[in-house]
């Protein structure tokens, strides 16, 4: 089957669907993007994502380069010609195209790209081993709240863990606590069992699944404390997580070789995956 793009207003076969090369997402990484999870062939979380996607345009002035109803038309056509049941969908804006120089230019119509691929099904096996993650020194900009696709931190964070052997790495700040990792939001659960989990500051993307995940633990009645935690913190948690559209709810087991809990992922983390696979696949909305 061909996969199909959207690309400035055509549905493009993927191999050609391509942007000019002045547009100022591949000159200045001057766009946004959001990525949203498919599953039984409907986007799950659709209003959070494009609340978000608004709220970050807004933050870069970039105009929104069609409605909210014919951009969820245009997503779901997209999701539609490429037959997906469960995977991901890909949508960018950026300010558009323009002759190179760094103040926005004048009437450039902001261009969007979106792309969707089907994925296999979640590896239950995956998620009850757990992942191990690595440390590193936050590097990125005081902007972390808008969901740009300058990524570059978040790309060689994450090649560090990869070459170390780890799934992810988790971000610290100056003064030593965990941000974030490169593309999940990170948890730790405490000996009360209490989640813990970074305020939505400047200083990390407030994750559409860490809403539904905290909505999803208020519901089962565990307390969720926003509030910073240190490296040490994490490492003599009971438990820890990362949660984001691709990796849902994924159990830590390990931080820099240190075993968290025990090493194996917790019944709280395993119950919270269970909580939101089950609520992603019923399509009930925010939860
Ligand atoms: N933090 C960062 C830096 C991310 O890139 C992502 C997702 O890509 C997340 C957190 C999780 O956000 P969401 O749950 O909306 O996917």
Redesign the pocket.
């Known amino acids: 089957m061909t996969r199909i793009a959207y690309v400035n207003g055509r549905y493009l076969p993927h191999r050609r669907a391509a942007v000019h090369v002045e547009d100022r997402g591949y000159q200045f990484a001057d766009g946004v993007y959001e990525?949203i999870a498919v599953d039984h062939g409907r986007l799950v979380d659709a209003g959070p994502?494009l609340e978000?996607l608004a709220r970050s345009l807004n933050e870069l002035s970039i105009a929104r380069p069609m409605t909210d109803a014919a951009l969820r038309h245009v997503l779901g056509e997209v999701v539609r010609r490429n037959r997906v049941r469960r995977g991901i969908l890909y949508l960018q804006i950026t300010r558009g195209v323009a002759p190179r120089s760094h103040a926005f230019p004048d009437g450039a119509k902001p261009a969007l790209v979106v792309t969707a691929r089907s994925l296999p099904p979640a590896d239950p096996a995956a998620a009850e081993k757990g992942c191990a993650v690595i440390t590193v020194p936050d590097i990125r900009w005081k902007r972390?709240d808008i969901?740009t696709v300058s990524?570059l931190p978040?790309v060689l964070a994450k090649q560090q863990a990869k070459d170390a052997g780890a799934f992810e790495a988790l971000q610290v700040d100056a003064d030593g606590f965990v941000t974030?990792?490169?593309?999940?939001?990170a948890w730790i659960i405490t000996e009360a069992g209490v989640l813990v989990t970074r305020p939505a500051d400047h200083a990390?993307?407030d994750?559409?699944?860490?809403r539904s995940v905290m909505a999803l633990a208020a519901r089962a009645g565990i307390a969720v404390e926003e509030r910073p935690f240190t490296v040490a913190e994490a490492k003599g948690a009971s438990e820890a997580f990362l949660?984001?559209?691709?990796a849902m709810v994924m159990p830590v087991v390990r931080i820099d070789g240190t075993p968290v809990g025990g090493g194996k992922p917790g019944p709280f983390s395993l119950r919270l995956l269970a909580d939101y696979t089950e609520w992603a696949a019923g399509g009930a909305g925010t939860p």
């Not at 994750?207 to 860490?210: A, H, L, M, P, S």
């Open positions: 990525v994502h978000r972390c969901k990524l978040n974030e990792g490169s593309a999940a939001n990390i993307l994750g559409v699944t860490r949660t984001g559209t691709t």
